[in-house]
């Protein structure tokens, strides 16, 4: 799959993150990596996104980027 680039206001500066989209089950999970750390978002039960990341990463800007992820699906 291609690899797009998720654009991030993250405290005033605009961010790019690498990101990977794909199906996984009857949902989907989206890669973003934040450094070196991989970090997988996906939909809960509720529709949000949870992250699931093996290293501790800031969690305001987890939710800056899953705010990100939010707008796009409401755009679509």
């Known amino acids: 799959m291609d690899e797009l680039l998720l654009p991030v206001v993250y405290e005033g500066e ?3 993150f690498p990101v990977m989209m794909y199906p996984y089950g009857y ?17 809960d039960e ?15 800007l987890l939710k800056a980027i ?3 992820l939010e707008k796009l699906k409401r755009a679509y």
Do not use: H, Q
């Open 14 to 16: 605009e961010l790019e």
């Open 66 to 68: 899953a705010d990100k």
């Open 27 to 43: 949902t989907f999970r989206i890669e973003v990596k934040v450094g070196e750390t991989v970090v997988i978002f996906e939909p």
């Open 46 to 60: 509720e529709g949000s996104y949870r992250a699931l990341a093996d290293k501790a990463v800031n969690l305001d």
